[in-house]
C-alpha cells in the first residue's frame, strides 16, 4: 500500500467517528417537527408552541407543530416513532402515551422504551383532591377518618378509572385504606357542577382545571399530589404529609425517536435549557397548571423515566387495573 492509498484508508476509518459531529455542527439545516398527541389549543398544545417559537429562534428553523389526537395518544406515538431518527422530528409527549399507556392498553404499537429516547423534562402537572366549601371535612386525614365511618358512600369525580386522575384517587384510596365511589366524567366542569350542586363530595382533578374554583372560595382543596408543597396553595398540604412516599403528577416531555444521533439529542437539551431559563416560560406553564422543570440532562431524564414507569407498576398493580 502507497502513501496515498495508506492515507484514504485512515481518512475512510475516520468517516464513521466525524459523522455524528458533523450532523451536529450543521443541524438543524431544515424545519423540525414537533408531534403532538392533543389537538390544537389543549395545554399541551400551547406550551409546545410556546417552546417552539422560542427555538425556531435559536435555531433559525422554522419548528412546526404536527397534532395528531386520537387513540389515547397511540396515534401521535405511533407517527413520532416511526419517523427517521435525524434529529427533525420529535414527540411532545405526556405520561400517558410514555408510562401509563402499557398497563392501561393490553398490547400497544409500539414500545415507549425501546421506540423513543428521552431529551428533556418539560414540566409536572399536579393533581389536587378537593371538596365543596360547605363540605365538612377539611384536610386528608379528616377525609380518611369519614371514609372510614362511611365506607363506598363518599362520591369523587374524576375524568375516567384509566385517566390520571382517577388512579391517582384509587392510589390514594388504596395507601389510606379506604372506599369511595369514583364517578367518572368527560369534562371537569361537569364534576365541578356536581360537586358545587351536591351530587358529589369530592374531586380529584389537575390542579389547572380547579384554580378558579380554588380563587373563588367555592372549592376547598384537601390536598395535593406533589411531594411538596405547591408554592401557589402553600396552606394545602401534599398527600405524602399523611401519606408518606405519596407522589403522582402527571409531565410533558420532548423525546426523540431511537437512533437519533447523541450528539443532536445533547444539542436539544442544552437549547431547551436556555428556552426553560426565561422567567416568562415558567409564568406561562403556571397559568397552565404545569411547574416548570430545572435543567435536567437526557441521563437524568431516563432514569426519571425509569423510576415513573416502576412508580406507575407499584399503582396499578395495588388499585387491581386491568388492561383492555
Known amino acids: 500500500m502507497n502513501r496515498r492509498q495508506f492515507q484514504q484508508a485512515l481518512a475512510a476509518l475516520a468517516l464513521p467517528f466525524a459523522a455524528p459531529a458533523a450532523r451536529a455542527q450543521s443541524w438543524p439545516d431544515k424545519p423540525v417537527r414537533f408531534v403532538l398527541s392533543q389537538p390544537a389549543g389543549s395545554g399541551p398544545d400551547i406550551l409546545a408552541r410556546q417552546i417552539g417559537d422560542q427555538l425556531s429562534r435559536l435555531w433559525q428553523q422554522a419548528v412546526i407543530i404536527d397534532n395528531r389526537p386520537g387513540g389515547q395518544n397511540v396515534i401521535g406515538a405511533q407517527v413520532a416513532a416511526r419517523a427517521a431518527p435525524d434529529g427533525y422530528t420529535l414527540y411532545y409527549a405526556t405520561t400517558a402515551a410514555m408510562v401509563t399507556n402499557v398497563f392501561t392498553f393490553k398490547s400497544l404499537p409500539y414500545d415507549p422504551a425501546r421506540d423513543f429516547v428521552p431529551v428533556r423534562l418539560v414540566g409536572r402537572s399536579p393533581f389536587v383532591l378537593a371538596a365543596a366549601a360547605s363540605f365538612p371535612a377539611k ?21 375516567g378509572p384509566k385517566t390520571f386522575s382517577g388512579m391517582v384517587l384509587d392510589s390514594m384510596a388504596a395507601t389510606a385504606g379506604i372506599k369511595l365511589n369514583q364517578v367518572p366524567y368527560t369534562k371537569a366542569p361537569e364534576a365541578l357542577q356536581d360537586l358545587l350542586g351536591g351530587r358529589l363530595q369530592l374531586v380529584c382533578l389537575p390542579e389547572a382545571a380547579l384554580t378558579a374554583y380554588l380563587q373563588g372560595g367555592q372549592v376547598r382543596a384537601l390536598a395535593v399530589s406533589t411531594a411538596k408543597r405547591l408554592p401557589q396553595w402553600p396552606q394545602v398540604a401534599t398527600m405524602a404529609e399523611t401519606l408518606p412516599g405519596f407522589e403522582f403528577t402527571g409531565w410533558n416531555g420532548i423525546f426523540a425517536p431511537t437512533g437519533t444521533p447523541a450528539a443532536v439529542v445533547a444539542r436539544i437539551n442544552a437549547d431547551l435549557d ?33 423510576s415513573e414507569r416502576e412508580r406507575w407498576a407499584v399503582a396499578v398493580k395495588a388499585i387491581g387495573l386491568q388492561p383492555e
Open 139 to 159: 384536610d386528608l386525614p379528616d377525609l380518611i377518618a369519614r371514609a372510614k365511618a362511611q365506607p363506598g358512600l363518599l362520591a369523587a369525580g374524576t375524568e
Open 274 to 306: 436556555k428556552v426553560m431559563a426565561q422567567p416568562e416560560m415558567a409564568q406561562r406553564l403556571a397559568s397552565l397548571g404545569t411547574m416548570a422543570e430545572g435543567p435536567m440532562s437526557p441521563a437524568e431524564f431516563a432514569g426519571f423515566m425509569k
